[in-house]
């Protein structure tokens, strides 16, 4: 059975239209016009049980509606869900049992008491037993530093401290699916790695399902092996993060650093065969571009480190957000726009190389 299974997915709403002035503010009064939103369309995954899956999308691409589908929140115009084996909307009281879910700008506990005393009530809501809650609570609270928050108002916490809570009071219940909504948002640098390390720990020790929405494409490389990839309420991706890169990286740039002035020649020379292109920063300094798919770096390397003597190396790739805004402008995740990225890079590279010879 799958953690969560999503069959032909829809959601519409109906959008008040407003009218100008006074006397279109009395006009809708009386005679109100409502326009038609579709906000996912009729899409259809299914996650496994123990999975981390990244669900990614620009502003209004339908990422949050179809959380809040997911969760119970909101009920479907059409198709089926099943979360845990249950129906989120229709079986709400003991499916809630088995979720948790953390809204990156919205919170679960209670402003004006401590933190301590909202984890004591979601243990009522939750109808935990006081056996399971202390060991789980005790764990949460090492694993994620709360020793010295659990007696603070939740409204004198930073949004760092108050995350961390946050992620503790949703999984106070040892949920089995975690959906997280922008968790990390507005978050440093330090918070994010804490937070990406502990879900990462969650997910090998207990096999928690783990569904993350998020805009920060540097969680779903330290968190997922998987994406889903909406545009405009429909999934135009679904696989690997290793295989979008497959299919849409451009290769690899490698930045030499040599501890004399080189000739581009003498590389060319050196890589002749290989489906490399040359060319020079300064006279000490030259790059080489490989494509995807293309020659074999510790290959490349091994004929130049052998022969010139190489002060310093840098090896840079296309990233993920570069990918996914490629995939965004094109509407498409399919492959054939890959080639013309390679093209139009070799071709770059290619004449700077012809450039910087002459």
């Known amino acids: 059975m799958f953690a969560i299974e999503v069959n032909d997915l829809r959601k519409e709403f109906k959008i008040q239209k407003t009218r100008e002035g006074l006397k279109g503010a009395v006009r809708d009064l009386f005679n109100r016009e409502y326009s038609q939103v579709t906000a996912v369309k009729d899409i259809s995954f299914q996650i496994n049980k123990g999975e981390i899956c990244g669900y990614i999308g620009e502003n209004g691409a339908g990422k949050s509606t179809t959380i809040k589908m997911l969760t119970g929140i909101l009920v479907p115009t059409s198709g089926s869900i099943k979360v ?46 006081e056996a399971d809650f202390k060991p789980r609570l005790s764990e949460l609270v090492e694993r994620l530093q709360l020793a010295d928050l659990l007696n603070r108002p939740v409204r004198k916490l930073s949004l760092g401290q108050r995350m961390r809570c946050e ?26 790695t804490e937070i990406r390390e502990f879900l990462k720990s969650m997910n090998q020790r207990y096999e928690t399902t783990i569904l993350l929405t998020t805009h920060d494409l540097q969680d779903i490389e330290a968190l997922c092996s998987r994406v889903i990839m909406l545009d405009d309420g429909r999934i135009i991706y679904d696989g690997g993060l290793a295989e979008l890169k497959e299919k849409w990286g451009k290769g690899k740039d490698i930045i030499m650093r040599f501890a004399e002035a080189v000739q581009l020649d003498r590389l060319r020379e050196l890589t002749q065969g290989m489906d490399v292109h040359w060319s020079a920063d300064d006279e000490g300094t030259a790059r080489v571009w490989i494509p995807q798919n293309g020659a074999n770096v510790s290959d490349v390397l091994s004929r130049v480190v052998g022969v010139m003597n190489i002060e310093d190396i840098k090896i840079t790739e296309t990233n993920t957000d570069d990918i996914v805004r490629e995939i965004y402008k094109s509407g498409s995740a399919e492959v054939k726009s890959k080639p013309a990225l390679q093209d139009d890079s070799a071709q770059a590279a290619e004449e700077k190389g012809v450039n910087s010879h002459a």
């Open 84 to 129: 845990n084996g249950y129906i989120p909307y229709k079986e709400r009281e003991a499916f809630v049992k088995g979720i948790g879910v953390v809204f990156g700008q919205r919170s679960q506990l209670w402003w004006d008491i401590g933190v301590i005393e909202s984890f004591q009530l979601l243990k009522k809501v939750y109808r935990v037993s």
């Open 167 to 192: 992620l503790a009071a949703s999984l106070l219940h040892n949920p089995q699916i975690v959906f997280l909504d922008e968790p990390t948002i507005g978050l440093d640098i330090v918070v994010k």
